[in-house]
């Protein structure tokens, strides 16, 4: 039996008519007759050769390498593209039109040129009725009676491609239901579960824009949470509501009925003029949008635009949405019981705010006056007791000595401590008096600018009786050319008297003292610094009356220091003091003040 005329028999066999037959053998050139065993081995390979190719599920053609023009094609290449045989062989898949984007067919090429084969490339490939289809692509370089040609094999994965698509849909959509209605049970923040919302139903449907719109009550089409593509402009604070009653009107309408409202092409659907306005005004060319509803009131629209082109929408699209508006409305019906959880609290929590400032106010009250006559009693039982009864006692004496009709001769001695005793007290009532009037507000200052060194040069000149007899010794650093401050000058001479005469009061004779002021942060900063015993616990020094170790009471420091503090308050001013272990000579004690600057020091 001839081998040669056996296998193109089996060839014949395997193939469909004679056309394919005489193409398939002008591809696979003749079987070589010197050649016993490798002719027998041939046609064995070419009889396999040709069942597989013509019995193959799979798309597969022959190509020329140099030009890609189909050789042959097999009958599953006819039924996966539309293209019969005498349509393809001869022409190349480019001048079909069958790759959908031809910088593939140039990538396969590169990749057979220097590899030979080409294993499992996806590529997108367009069929004759135009519909897009994705096959997966092997390939590899043959030689056929001398000519390199390329053996393509493809399967159609359309199919397949579009299920794991629909799953990855299906998951994704179960994900973002699932996490929206976990979002809802962690938080009571109902803006910010609409943003979220309209933000991955955007991401998940690609969609030019997403918003959530109201249908109930006073905000009655205004836009409540939007995500729009950065190519379109947002409704969100440009429109707000929705202008026109009658528009929204219709629009509720649709919604009530309980219908989702589905237009895949706006230029196609029947509406009215006032709603294709509205459309136009939005650029919008296909809607969807499902109903909110929280019992049997309509709470709102949660709306998807496609602004770019039309759109047809895909039930398992509408599924979600209307899924998503009842989660929607399970957010919005525990938005509405936490606002009114939390209007009862704040009314709670209001009346129970104001009962306790009442009451606050009133213990205030309490401790203040309870305050003022402890103070008041202290003042009077000590201060000013201890020099009417010194008086008292004095005159008593005087009278048991002579009878009541003769006269009383008074040494000049016992009459000036009589007038001290009597000074004493009538200091001690101005000063009860001018700290409460400097406290409540009653007393008026008198301000006018003044240089700080000419009102301590005043100062120590009035004060240098006091200086002497307490063999003192006052130093003022104060330079000349400091700023003016805006003060009365009545009231800051009682301060630096007071405090200078403190220091003289409370510390041995021989005390050195020195005044200094400078300018900080717009403020003039003076301190008086002593190098006596000291003061410990200075903390209450400026309160209406100092704590000492072993008196409760010392009013006749605390009330002076406590004036001082008034004063320099009532000029905008602080006032403290450094104790000795703060000092910077480790010893006495510096009393400091701050000052604001006068306005055109300011504006200098």
């Not at 090429?109 to 997108?124: A, D, I, K, W």
């Not at 009231?491 to 020195?514: A, D, K, Y």
């Amino acid at each position: 039996m001839n081998h040669k005329s056996s296998s193109w028999e089996t060839l014949r066999d395997c193939c469909k008519d004679e056309a394919a037959f005489v193409r398939l053998k002008q591809v696979l050139g003749t079987l070589p007759e010197c050649q016993p065993e490798y002719a027998e081995r041939s046609r064995l390979s070419e009889e396999k050769f040709a069942r597989a190719f013509c019995s193959s599920p799979a798309s597969v053609n022959i190509t020329t390498f140099t030009d890609g023009r189909f050789l042959e094609v097999n009958d599953a290449f006819v039924e996966v593209t539309g293209y019969s045989r005498d349509e393809a062989v001869g022409r190349t898949a480019t001048e079909l039109g069958i790759w959908v984007h031809p910088e593939d067919a140039q990538q396969m090429r590169e990749l057979l040129r220097s590899q030979g084969e080409v294993r499992n490339m996806e590529y997108e490939f367009r069929q004759k009725s135009g519909e897009i289809a994705i096959g997966l692509v092997s390939a590899e370089i043959v030689e056929f009676d001398g000519q390199l040609c390329v053996l393509g094999m493809t399967n159609d994965i359309t199919e397949r491609k579009q299920t794991e698509s629909y799953l990855k849909k299906a998951l994704e959509r179960d994900r973002l239901l699932g996490e929206m209605a976990l979002r809802i049970r962690r938080s009571l923040k109902l803006e910010q579960i609409l943003q979220s919302t309209v933000i991955e139903v955007r991401q998940f449907l690609q969609a030019d824009r997403v918003f959530i719109a109201c249908a109930d009550g006073n905000n009655c089409g205004k836009v409540r949470a939007e995500s729009v593509g950065s190519d379109w402009e947002p409704i969100l604070g440009r429109l707000g509501c929705v202008p026109d009653p009658k528009a929204l009107a219709e629009i509720q309408q649709v919604f009530e009925q309980n219908h989702a409202l589905v237009i895949d092409d706006v230029s196609a659907g029947a509406m009215s003029p006032l709603r294709c306005e509205m459309i136009e005004q939005l650029h919008v060319k296909a809607v969807l949008g499902v109903p909110i509803w929280l019992g049997d009131r309509l709470m709102g629209a949660l709306v998807v635009h496609q602004c770019t082109a039309a759109r047809h929408w895909r039930k398992f699209e509408i599924d979600l949405l209307e899924k998503l508006a009842t989660q929607v409305a399970i957010a919005m019906q525990q938005a509405q019981l936490y606002e009114q959880v939390q209007a009862l609290n704040t009314n709670l929590e209001q009346q129970v705010q104001d009962r306790t400032i009442e009451l606050q106010q009133k213990l205030e009250e309490l401790e203040k006056l309870s305050e003022l006559k402890d103070f008041f009693l202290h003042a009077v039982s000590h201060d000013l007791r201890t020099p009417i009864m010194g008086m008292l006692m004095v005159l008593k004496n005087l009278l048991s000595k002579s009878d009541n009709s003769q006269k009383i001769e008074v040494s000049g001695m016992l009459i000036d401590r009589m007038i001290q005793n009597s000074d004493r007290q009538l200091d001690m009532l101005n000063l009860l008096l001018d700290s409460e009037a400097l406290e409540t507000g009653v007393q008026t200052l008198h301000f006018q600018s003044s240089q700080m060194h000419t009102l301590i040069a005043d100062v120590i000149v009035d004060m240098q009786p006091l200086l002497d007899r307490k063999q003192a010794h006052l130093t003022d650093f104060i330079c000349p050319n400091l700023p003016p401050i805006s003060i009365d000058l009545v009231q800051m001479r009682r301060v630096f008297e007071n405090l200078i005469g403190n220091s003289l009061n409370h510390n041995p004779p021989g005390l050195g003292l020195t005044i200094e002021a400078k300018v900080e942060a717009n403020q003039l900063y003076c301190t008086i610094e002593d190098d006596g015993v000291g003061i410990e616990n200075c903390e209450y020094l400026f309160a209406r009356y100092a704590r000492g170790k072993h008196v409760k009471y010392s009013t006749g420091i605390g009330l002076g220091l406590y004036l001082c503090k008034q004063i320099v308050l009532a000029h905008g001013g602080e006032i403290g003091m450094i104790d000795r272990h703060a000092n910077r000579s480790g010893k006495g004690s510096t009393f400091w003040l701050r000052l604001p600057l006068a306005q055109s020091a300011l504006q200098a």
